[in-house]
Structures are given as C-alpha cells and as structure tokens.
C-alpha cells in the first residue's frame, strides 16, 4: 500500500498497492491545520476567560498608574523660629483647703529668644493630580512656645482663700509665686492649607510667590512649673485639642529651596493643669511672627 496526497495541506488516505480501493477510511490531517483548529476553539469556547485575563490585566495596572500619578506629588519639609505674644487671660487657681480664686487680666511674658528658644517643625504633602502644582496641602507641625507668668501684676483677684471671701486687688506674687510653661508650650496638629501661584512656578518672578492660609487641630504638651506657696513643682502634660490658623508668604530660591514667613494665631483650654494639692488653669490666646526655610523634594 502507499500513501496518497491530493496536495499540499490536503487529506491524506492510506490506499492499496495498486491504487484501487482505501484500505481504511482513516483520515490525517495535516499539523498545521489542527492546531489552528484547537486555537480557535479554545479561545471561542471560554469567552468568560479572556474577561478575567483583562480584569486581572486592570487590576495590575492600576497600582502603577497610582504610583504614577504619587510621583508627582511634592512633599515640603520646613522649619522656623519667631516671636509669640499671649492675651492677657484669667488665671484660675484652686486649692485644697477652701481655695478657689480668679486672677483677672494677668498678663505673660515669652522670652522666645532665650533657652529653649521658640521654634517649629512642619512637613507638608501637596498632591498634584489633576496638575504640575497642586493647590491643597496637607501635614504634619510641630512648635514649640513658652509662657511666663508676670507674677509682679497688681491685678483684680476674685473668689475664696482658706474659705475667706476675696474681691481686692493683689500682687500676683503674693500668692503664686511663680508659674511658667518654660519647656514649652508644645502644639502637635494636623494641618491644611491652601496656597496660590501669583504667577508660573519656575517660568517666571512671579511665579516664585506664593500666599497660603491654613489650619490645624491637635493636642497640646504643656511643661508645667510652679511655686505656690513655697512649693515648687514641674511636670510634662498632656492636654487639648489645640488650635492653629495662619496665613503666610513663601518665597521660591531655587528649585528645592524657598523662604517664609508666617502669621499665627493659637489656642488652647488648659482649664485644668495639675499642682501639688489642686490645679491652675488658663486660657492662651496667641500670636505668633515666624520666619523659616523650606525644602521641596
């Protein structure tokens, strides 16, 4: 028997030695042809497959258009150092014994220039996604202030002493003899802010300008010392909420490098700070000058 071709890429059959009748009605085909064939029947008969193939294909790409797209963010790391001036505010003293008394008016000092100083620590996230410069930001500040009780005040004191009544006028010496927040009054907030470009970043002079506003919201770490009474006492807390809001100038150096300077205001109740035998409480209203350097990654 032999075997016989119509041609190329035909049906082959196994025929007789003298041509005349198939031995068998085997047919072959050739290996291109059915490869081709299980190639389109695979892919045609699981449809469902190709879906989850192009799920998974979004799923993975998503990550990296995300990571893309964090690439362009700009994170500012700054710091500074100024001047605070405090209200005057009511100074609330109690004391076990029958003692409840209100200083009113008392006035403070800051001392900022001398140790520690006053200064502060902010790291800013910009995220720019729907352009080059984003608007909004959003951080991370740390500052640090200090407050120094004018004890030498002739001010109006109110309440009871040792269960006495009083309502004269006092030194405030005479009674507190000393108080301070001398290792800082210490704001830790969340911040944002929002920021305009007078011009094109990086084009023009213009463009180096930009004004921002902000706030924050966070807990307070006042370092408290006192003498009441011949008593001296110091001890770090832990208060809050405190509260920030500023407006400011940066100023673009170089392309990583700007310079700013920055108004503020802060406050906190610290109706409640514990001394040996009761607590003292006041009310500081704060404003603030700052200046400082900026690193832009």
Not at 182 to 211: C, E, I, V
Not at 242 to 259: A, K, P, Y
Request: aromatic fraction near 12%; charged fraction near 15%.
């Amino acid at each position: 028997m032999e075997l016989m071709s119509d041609g190329p890429g035909s049906a082959q059959h196994l025929r007789g030695v003298d041509g005349s009748q198939p031995l068998s009605s085997l047919t072959i085909r050739p290996p291109l042809a059915a490869a081709s064939r299980r190639s389109r029947t695979s892919l045609g008969a699981h449809p469902t497959a190709m879906k989850k193939i192009l799920w998974f294909a979004l799923v993975l790409a998503a990550p990296l258009a995300g990571a893309v797209a964090v690439a362009r963010a700009e994170v500012v790391a700054s710091v500074f150092s100024g001047v605070a001036l405090t209200e005057n505010n009511d100074l609330h003293l109690k004391q076990s014994g029958g003692t409840d008394l209100m200083f009113h008016d008392v006035s403070y000092e800051g001392k900022d220039f001398q140790s520690p100083p006053y200064y502060g620590a902010r790291l800013t996230y910009f995220a720019s996604f729907a352009s080059e410069d984003s608007h909004w930001g959003f951080g991370l500040e740390f500052f640090h202030m200090k407050l120094y009780l004018n004890a030498d005040d002739q001010v109006h004191v109110t309440g009871i002493r040792s269960g006495v009544p009083v309502d004269d006028h006092e030194r405030v010496g005479d009674t507190v003899n000393s108080f301070s927040i001398s290792h800082g009054l210490n704001f830790l907030t969340a911040d944002a802010m929002y920021r305009w470009f007078l011009g094109q970043r990086g084009k023009d002079f213009a463009g180096r300008f930009q004004p921002y506003v902000g706030g924050g919201i966070g807990a307070v770490i006042p370092h408290v010392e006192s003498n009441i009474g011949g008593v001296p006492f110091e001890q770090y807390q832990w208060h809050g909420p405190g509260l920030q809001g500023f407006v400011g100038m940066n100023f673009d150096l170089t392309r990583h490098w700007s310079v700013f300077v920055e108004c503020k205001l802060s406050y906190v109740d610290l109706d409640k700070l514990a001394i040996p035998g009761g607590s003292i409480g006041l009310t500081p209203l704060t404003h603030h000058l700052v200046t400082g350097l900026s690193f832009r990654f």
